[in-house]
């Protein structure tokens, strides 16, 4: 079992900016698929990110293409979302998950492991 904890959400204004951190534990992080999902109240988890631990292949979801970056630091067993020009619908919960084998990314039941969750507020 991976233990995972999300860092650095917050308040913010549209159009700013926010960095999320995930904190692994295990000696095999490096081989995890990675992923970010979010959770807005009365809406269903939705797929934000993935980073595959094999040559770091990336994937996002449409609503978030081209404003947030996902990456990884296996040497920290960390992963990063960096979230740039935020929308106030982007406002929810954001879990990271982890994945032991490789396969699939964008849905929720594909993953083993999961974070407790930091909450991100985009204000109008």
């Known amino acids: 079992q991976v233990q995972l904890l999300e860092s650095g959400g917050g308040l913010v204004q549209a159009g700013g900016s926010l960095r999320l951190s995930c904190a692994a534990s295990?000696?095999?992080?490096?081989?995890?698929?990675m992923g970010w999902f979010r959770q807005a109240p009365g809406k269903e988890r939705e797929f934000v990110a993935a980073i595959r631990g094999s040559f770091g292949t990336v994937h996002y979801g449409d609503s978030v293409k081209g404003r947030f970056t996902i990456s990884r630091d296996n040497a920290k067993n960390t992963m990063y979302l960096q979230m740039d020009s935020l929308k106030p619908e982007d406002t929810a919960i954001y879990y990271c998950?982890?994945?032991?084998?490789?396969?699939?990314?964008?849905?929720?039941?594909?993953?083993?492991?999961w974070g407790q969750g930091t909450q991100v507020t985009v204000s109008s």
């Open positions: 998950a982890a994945r032991y084998y490789n396969g699939g990314v964008y849905s929720a039941n594909e993953y083993n492991d």
């Open positions: 295990g000696r095999t992080f490096s081989s995890y698929t």
